[in-house]
């Protein structure tokens, strides 16, 4: 219901500037080049310069003085499809198409997209951690929009997009970190312990940077934005 309103209002949106004018035929028209009309150049070159735009904005977003460096590299590899996640490794001949799919057995291939964002085991983490922080919200369909997303889900205050680009890129990190157990060490972890995990993680790389940071662990765990006085 919570996903049918947010569509319903987002069509609201996208039809509030239309003025119906009964005497005018209706026309098509291509609005980055009103003149020329549409053609296959300008419709590439829209979508290329969005999605440079995209990129470029993300990646400022995987940079943050209270995340560990080699967080950062990995978000960095993440966003220009650089991991050597199994389509990757297929499409580099190392690997055989028997062998792309997804560590969960859920058939899907793994890419990404998938592994990141959809897949049940691992993709379900945002949505347990955005419960925790008490806000909801759906996943975009590339990475790059659920970074700027995510980051920007507080909005205003400095201080509430530092915290959302610090449990993005720790979320990123532990979502790795998992599919690696489980391809090299047959290590399952249940969602319900990485959420914990986000939140032991958070704390004390907020701690460790943070001298006049009082409250203790488990006051953390019932209320981050009230500790971070952004509430």
């Not at 987002?10 to 004018?21: A, E, K």
Request: charged fraction near 20%; proline fraction near 3%.
């Amino acid at each position: 219901m919570e996903m049918e309103e947010e569509m319903l209002a987002n069509c609201r949106s996208l039809l509030s500037n239309v003025i119906l004018q009964p005497n005018v035929s209706d026309i098509w028209q291509w609005h980055p080049d009103l003149a020329g009309g549409y053609s296959v150049r300008s419709g590439y070159q829209l979508l290329t310069s969005q999605e440079h735009r995209v990129l470029d904005a993300s990646e400022k977003l995987i940079w943050h003085s209270h995340v560990p460096m080699k967080v950062s590299i990995l978000a960095w590899g993440l966003l220009r499809d650089r991991l050597p996640t199994k389509i990757n490794l297929y499409n580099r001949g190392i690997i055989t198409d028997a062998d792309i799919s997804c560590v969960v057995g859920c058939g899907q291939v793994e890419t990404a997209h998938h592994l990141f964002l959809f897949c049940d085991a691992f993709g379900s983490l945002w949505q347990h951690v955005r419960a925790w922080l008490g806000f909801s919200g759906v996943d975009q369909q590339t990475l790059g929009d659920h970074f700027l997303q995510f980051t920007n889900y507080l909005s205003g205050m400095k201080t509430r997009r530092s915290f959302l680009q610090l449990i993005c890129l720790l979320c990123v990190w532990l979502i790795r970190k998992e599919r690696n157990n489980r391809i090299f060490y047959n290590i399952y972890t249940p969602t319900a312990e990485l959420v914990e995990k986000v939140k032991f993680h958070s704390y004390w790389w907020l701690r460790a940077n943070n001298a006049a940071f009082v409250y203790g662990c488990q006051q953390w765990r019932s209320d981050p934005l009230f500790c971070l006085g952004i509430g």
